[in-house]
């Protein structure tokens, strides 16, 4: 066995000048950059110990394979995958080019065993809130292992793994002693992507989901439609994204490229929430289904514009049924995202025949009763098909009758209006999602990473029932000025420090040690082949190799 | 002939809905999406007729041509060059694919007449300050004609030609009848890249210059070397980057690189000024160089930490003389960059040989006088090299003597600030630049790519005669948070809004006729490889391949 003294991570070194920021203000406090005593580890697992006693790996001799006390096999490509994945991350230039296969080195660490304790796996599963994605990992020499209960903490683990390996100045992969008992704090971690305002390839999709899981979100929340275009193949109206996308068949998702996706994404312990945002937001859903939008009126005529969905027709409701059971067969999740945000009352209220309905029933002019009338009856249709529902902060502020289980997601607001509204929601006993601190496509100059890093979702007034009712959080980057071109520098390593706020302990909040162990994470996934942008002035040893 | 009515720019066609800025706030009025009357031109040529006379380009048979009247022949391997890219720009699928080959339409435009019309084309020199980029083009059926005294006007009617070129609804290329005289309303129109924060690889630097000759931009800053790091690679002094570099190899840019660099800019009509700035900004000089640097003190010890250049030792001058005539030899062009910005004077003050010398030289307390003495002995330097300066504006600001075509470059404080600091520069007879307004690093959230475009470097009190001394303007890109995986996106396409202000009559300032021309022009510079960032919501026919 060949021990060294020595934690180095030349691999991932990286020397970040303390230079003026010259031609620049100041805008943020610069975080010192040290060397973390937990080297490049994102997020930080909940309980590390880390020995200054390194072993080698060497790619020749070095495998992941399931224990064999394991209730998981051969059988479980979801593992499968995760091991020839993570083995490539581990080893990304001697297994490619062969060079070490002359020369079988011995690993002082020859083997990680991955040992599924419970009965089931889950390995054909999808995962859902309630998955347990707890891990345990013990690194020491001649073998380390990996606990965990279900597929889903094992995929974390691995990336934990992958990420304790470093490589000394000769290019030899080393891994220290270490102890690990991990688990998440939140149990919904989630990033928005929204596919309306620009169409996002395929492969950005999945190159996405991938950075992801190594950050360890488990949600793709997928805003797929909204007002500029409707991306979406619907198989029951082939006709909304016929006439609704950008175009009928370079800008769209077919079903198979949902299916790929949700298989993608399930593969990496990563949940596929679609949101399907109505009654606002709606425009290009009008295109393609005649009468389900508001004409709105100009003076006593129809003005030939168009504004929410019409909730006073019985078709609508009729489409609402059949469209969101097509919708609940296609995404598997439990829950679908109803949207329910920012409706304009101005069409309805142009409007005569809904002038009339609102007479009828008694509402007067209050315009959120109409709302509320039709997102009830929407609610009422998505139970049927046996789905949870989260939606929006609005629907929870105009008073709608909402199940149980549903997920408020709040997003409005400076710091003490969504920090007043997380309490009021709780306090109501609704679980709760926050997105407000976390709008990364609201970009500024200087290390913006910082202010979503400090945000926290139980930091609010309310009692330890009520912080318990905080299911998690979500970055959001919507789509008004990102597309293929800009979203993937733009997104990591921003949204990582959203993903270290809901995985890790809630005191792990040291700006410094997260700066140093961040910049040697966005290192890492430049060198995995995810364009992360520089935190700061600096370099990685391998720098990206696109334009 | 085959002409139809009919203007049409699918090829680059883009929907940009007027949907709310949903989730956003709205930082800047949005202009309005219409159809310019000059399509996708970008920047706005000085003279522009354009017919709705339409003629049909063929793959097969249409061929850019040297005119037989022309100076410039086969030989010629500036313009050979241009034409094959460009034939690539216009046919990118139908040639590569050799679609129509069997089938050879005929083109109502089958040549464009490449004609050079003085008796010297220039095509083996290099772009100056005085270079002439003025063409005239004329599209008519059955042949086009571009005219240009000189090669580099014929790159730039080249682009123009590329630029009027769209496609209907079947695909086939189509140009009007056009009449177009143009020329630039600013000898410089620059870029600033910044090499010492991050290293950019030779592949980011290239495909920017691409993107700058698509914008007509003609002069690459490039600041090669600042604190952080020193990545040129010094035949006389080696150590400079062997030990200042990132990385002694794989972060430098070694002779051959320059020299690549340089042909491929000058290929395009861009000249490579180089930018060793002094006295400041030179912590990374100090590793290479033994006494290059003032040590600080502590008290009445060194500090072990290093300022700006030392001024008082003939050794650093020797050590200037010998660099600057390396520089002056490996960079052809007549300019060098000579920086003079930000000089810290606390490590000065502190150190007891430049006190004694301040008192030797009666400058009392007053350090600009050391920073002169220091810059006027190093612009005599270079003056023996036979080039001139360029130089930040303190160097002005302190009163230091300058030759007479110096070009005063500045870069601080807000319009107020600038605009009375171009106003002295000018009334002291200098020629200057402006770059203050183009700081493109700093990012906002928004169309930040407006307040470039508005700002305008004759925008300031002074006579004619002032006016004319403003020799152009810079966009810069400060090095602070770009690298590789971001640099292209952020800086395209708001760098076109500096391009068309340095380029266009200063009457072309429509915000919405630019903002329909440029998200034209976005999308063409995404089909050609480069990924634009997205002005707002929207879709190009051919999104980015990458992620």
């Given at each position: 066995?060949?021990?060294?003294?020595?934690?180095?991570?030349?691999?991932?070194?990286?020397?970040?000048?303390?230079?003026?920021?010259?031609y620049?203000?100041?805008?943020?406090?610069?975080?010192?950059?040290?060397?973390?005593?937990?080297?490049?580890?994102?997020?930080?697992?909940?309980?590390?110990?880390?020995?200054?006693?390194?072993?080698?790996?060497?790619?020749?001799?070095?495998?992941?394979?399931?224990?064999?006390?394991?209730?998981?096999?051969?059988?479980?490509?979801?593992?499968?995958?995760?091991y020839?994945?993570y083995?490539?991350?581990?080893?990304?230039?001697?297994?490619?080019?062969?060079?070490?296969?002359?020369?079988?080195?011995?690993?002082?660490?020859?083997?990680?065993?991955?040992?599924?304790?419970?009965?089931?796996?889950?390995?054909?599963?999808?995962?859902?809130?309630?998955?347990?994605?707890?891990?345990?990992?013990?690194?020491?020499?001649?073998?380390?292992?990996?606990?965990?209960?279900?597929v889903?903490?094992?995929?974390?683990?691995?990336?934990?793994?992958?990420?304790?390996?470093?490589?000394?100045?000769?290019?030899?992969?080393?891994?220290?002693?270490?102890?690990?008992?991990?688990?998440?704090?939140?149990?919904?971690?989630?990033?928005?992507?929204?596919?309306?305002?620009?169409?996002?390839?395929?492969?950005?999709?999945?190159?996405?989901?991938?950075?992801?899981?190594?950050?360890?979100?488990?949600?793709?929340?997928?805003?797929?439609?909204d007002?500029?275009?409707?991306?979406?193949?619907?198989?029951?109206?082939?006709?909304?994204?016929?006439?609704?996308?950008?175009?009928?068949?370079?800008?769209?998702?077919?079903?198979?490229?949902?299916?790929?996706?949700?298989?993608?994404?399930?593969?990496?312990?990563?949940?596929?929430?679609?949101?399907?945002?109505?009654?606002?937001?709606?425009?290009?859903?009008?295109?393609?289904?005649?009468?389900?939008?508001?004409?709105?009126?100009?003076g006593?005529?129809?003005?030939?514009?168009?504004?929410?969905?019409?909730?006073?027709?019985?078709?609508?409701?009729?489409?609402?049924?059949?469209?969101?059971?097509?919708?609940?067969?296609?995404?598997?999740?439990?829950?679908?995202?109803?949207?329910?945000?920012?409706?304009?009352?101005?069409?309805?209220?142009?409007?005569?025949?809904?002038q009339?309905?609102?007479?009828?029933?008694?509402?007067?002019?209050?315009?959120?009763?109409?709302?509320?009338?039709?997102?009830?009856?929407?609610?009422?249709?998505v139970?049927?098909t046996?789905?949870?529902?989260?939606?929006?902060?609005?629907?929870?502020?105009?008073?709608?009758?909402?199940?149980?289980?549903?997920?408020?997601?709040?997003?409005?607001?400076?710091?003490?209006?969504?920090?007043?509204?997380?309490?009021?929601?709780?306090?109501?006993?609704?679980?709760?999602l926050?997105?407000?601190?976390?709008?990364?496509?609201?970009?500024?100059?200087?290390?913006?990473?910082?202010?979503?890093?400090?945000?926290?979702?139980?930091?609010?007034?309310?009692?330890?029932?009520?912080?318990?009712?905080?299911?998690?959080?979500?970055?959001?980057?919507?789509?008004?000025?990102?597309?293929?071109?800009?979203?993937?520098?733009?997104?990591?390593?921003?949204?990582?420090?959203?993903?270290?706020?809901?995985?890790s302990?809630?005191?792990?909040?040291?700006?410094?040690?997260?700066?140093?162990?961040?910049?040697k994470?966005?290192?890492?996934?430049?060198?995995?082949?995810?364009?992360?942008?520089?935190?700061?002035?600096?370099?990685?040893?391998?720098?990206?190799?696109?334009?």
């Open positions: 066995m060949i021990a060294t003294l020595q934690f180095t991570t030349l691999l991932l070194a990286v020397i970040v000048c303390r230079a003026t920021q010259d620049a203000y100041k805008d943020v406090e610069e975080p010192t950059l040290g060397d973390s005593q937990y080297g490049s580890l994102w997020p930080l697992p909940q309980k590390v110990e880390m020995s200054t006693v390194a072993f080698k790996l060497s790619g020749a001799s070095f495998q992941i394979v399931d224990a064999k006390e394991s209730s998981s096999g051969a059988s479980c490509s979801l593992l499968q995958n995760a020839r994945r083995d490539e991350y581990i080893f990304p230039i001697s297994r490619m080019q062969g060079q070490n296969k002359e020369k079988a080195f011995a690993s002082d660490v020859s083997e990680l065993q991955v040992w599924i304790t419970s009965a089931d796996s889950e390995c054909d599963s999808y995962p859902s809130v309630t998955s347990d994605e707890s891990y345990e990992l013990t690194v020491d020499s001649p073998v380390a292992v990996l606990k965990a209960p279900k889903w903490g094992a995929l974390r683990g691995l990336e934990t793994f992958s990420q304790l390996v470093y490589e000394d100045e000769y290019g030899a992969k080393s891994i220290n002693r270490t102890e690990i008992q991990d688990f998440p704090r939140f149990a919904h971690r989630g990033l928005l992507l929204d596919t309306s305002r620009h169409f996002l390839p395929i492969k950005v999709i999945l190159a996405n989901l991938e950075a992801m899981a190594w950050n360890k979100f488990n949600v793709f929340h997928w805003h797929i439609v007002d500029p275009s409707f991306p979406y193949m619907s198989r029951t109206f082939p006709q909304l994204s016929q006439q609704g996308a950008y175009h009928p068949y370079t800008h769209v998702y077919t079903p198979s490229d949902v299916k790929m996706i949700i298989e993608f994404a399930r593969l990496r312990g990563i949940r596929v929430v679609s949101e399907f945002d109505t009654p606002g937001h709606t425009q290009s859903w009008g295109k393609g289904q005649k009468d389900l939008l508001t004409p709105c009126y100009s006593a005529s129809p003005s030939g514009s168009f504004g929410p969905v019409n909730p006073i027709l019985n078709t609508t409701y009729d489409f609402m049924a059949m469209f969101f059971k097509e919708v609940s067969t296609v995404f598997p999740d439990a829950y679908i995202h109803l949207g329910g945000d920012e409706v304009d009352f101005s069409c309805w209220k142009s409007n005569p025949d809904i009339k309905f609102m007479a009828q029933q008694g509402f007067g002019t209050d315009y959120s009763k109409l709302e509320s009338f039709y997102i009830q009856r929407l609610l009422d249709i139970t049927t046996n789905k949870g529902y989260m939606i929006w902060q609005e629907v929870f502020d105009n008073g709608v009758k909402l199940k149980a289980d549903t997920l408020i997601h709040v997003w409005k607001g400076n710091q003490q209006q969504y920090q007043a509204e997380m309490a009021r929601v709780t306090a109501s006993g609704y679980h709760t926050l997105s407000t601190p976390w709008y990364l496509n609201r970009i500024s100059y200087g290390q913006d990473w910082q202010a979503a890093y400090k945000a926290d979702p139980q930091d609010f007034n309310g009692t330890d029932a009520q912080k318990k009712l905080v299911v998690g959080g979500e970055a959001c980057l919507w789509g008004e000025y990102v597309d293929a071109t800009n979203l993937t520098p733009r997104l990591w390593p921003r949204a990582s420090a959203v993903g270290e706020r809901l995985w302990d809630k005191d792990v909040k040291d700006t410094n040690d997260a700066y140093s162990r961040l910049t994470h966005r290192c890492r996934m430049v060198q995995r082949g995810i364009p992360a942008e520089p935190l700061f002035t600096g370099y990685c040893a391998h720098e990206y190799k696109g334009v």
